[in-house]
């Protein structure tokens, strides 16, 4: 990621709130930009490495080895979903790999095929986690519940769904369907399990400190 992507990506209101936050002595943007990402990787070395994307043990070494060598990328991830527990063990699985992007650019020479296959990992990681959760909330919640609750939609990194007032339970069911254990082998060969919480948008706050429930998806905050 660049500083251009940085802002794109924060938008500008933030950019100057990081200036404020952190008493930055930059007025030019992509200054501000170029700080935040360069702590950035002096906090996670191990992601593209102090000097060059390619220092060996890094992230970004890793994938574009792998591009180079292998023309594809492969999951190394484990879902602990009831059903992936009761087919698979965790370990067998992740060595084993599963979703296969085949890769046709030269990240060795080109940074914006970098980019994408340094991004696609934790992006794919991310659309696999939200699939999981998607079918956990239509077998466990929308197909029990065909009065009071409806699945509309997955949106991003979002699902959305509505429910029938007094039945706001459901809501939180929502919420424990999407909170998914995940093992995930690192480019060390390191196995670690985490789990990304989920923030429910249900409504917004009023002036008068009242909460009002969302009716559209607009009225979410």
């Avoid at 043990?57 to 792998?66: D, F, P, Q």
């Avoid at 484990?78 to 890769?103: M, Q, S, V």
């Amino acid at each position: 990621m660049g500083a251009g992507v940085l802002i794109e990506t924060m938008g500008l209101k933030n950019i100057w709130e990081a200036k404020r936050l952190l008493g930055l002595p930059f007025n030019d943007p992509k200054q501000i930009a170029d700080h935040l990402l360069a702590a950035f990787h002096r906090t996670y070395p191990k992601l593209r490495g102090p000097k060059s994307p390619y220092t060996e043990g890094t992230y970004y070494a890793w994938v574009a080895e792998s591009v180079l060598i292998d023309r594809r990328l492969t999951s190394r991830a484990f879902h602990h979903t009831t059903y992936n527990l009761a087919n698979y063990k965790p370990g067998e699985y992740i060595a084993e790999g599963d979703w296969t992007r085949y890769c046709f650019g030269r990240p060795d020479k080109n940074k914006l095929d970098l980019n994408s296959y340094v991004a696609h990992c934790p992006q794919s990681l991310n659309a696999r986690t939200l699939n999981e959760a998607f079918m956990r909330v239509f077998y466990e919640i929308a197909l029990p519940n065909p009065h009071t609750f409806r699945l509309h939609a997955q949106i991003h990194d979002s699902i959305l769904f509505s429910y029938k007032e007094g039945h706001e339970y459901l809501a939180e069911k929502v919420r424990e369907c999407m909170e998914i254990p995940v093992s995930v082998r690192d480019v060390s060969g390191i196995v670690r399990t985490f789990t990304v919480p989920a923030a429910l948008k249900l409504g917004k706050t009023q002036k008068d400190g009242t909460f009002k429930r969302a009716k559209y998806w607009s009225e979410t905050e």
